[in-house]
């Protein structure tokens, strides 16, 4: 099992910048990449950008240019710096692991509004 915690979300105004931050815990040697999707209500959860096992990043279109994601030495916790936010990033953005058993753990998902 691998625990995922999520923070760093809030309200911001459109321009804005917020950095969210996931920490994993428990069997961390399992871990395989890890990435930040976000559910916007009314629609499908979607990836934003992730570590792939190779170490690789994916980014989504939408946020290239905006979004940074890092992560720390040891590779369990995870960053997204997020800048020149606009309303449309307003949803819950969501930390998820991929395990090395190709089982997903996702964390609770930390609130993102962005106001015009």
């Known amino acids: 099992q691998v625990q995922l915690v999520e923070s760093g979300g809030g309200l911001v105004q459109a321009g804005g910048s917020l950095r969210l931050s996931c920490t994993a815990s428990g069997s961390i040697f399992s871990i395989n990449s890890m990435a930040w999707y976000r559910q916007a209500p009314g629609k499908q959860r979607e990836l934003v950008a992730g570590?792939?096992?190779?170490?690789?990043?994916n980014t989504a279109d939408s946020v290239k240019g905006r979004f940074t994601i890092s992560r720390d030495n040891a590779k369990t916790t995870l960053y997204l710096q997020m800048n020149s936010l606009k309303p449309e990033d307003t949803a819950v953005y969501y930390c998820?692991?991929?395990?090395?058993?190709?089982?997903?753990?996702w964390g609770q998902g930390t609130q993102v509004t962005v106001s015009s």
């Open positions: 998820k692991v991929l395990s090395i058993w190709g089982y997903d753990y």
């Open positions: 570590f792939t096992s190779g170490g690789s990043i």
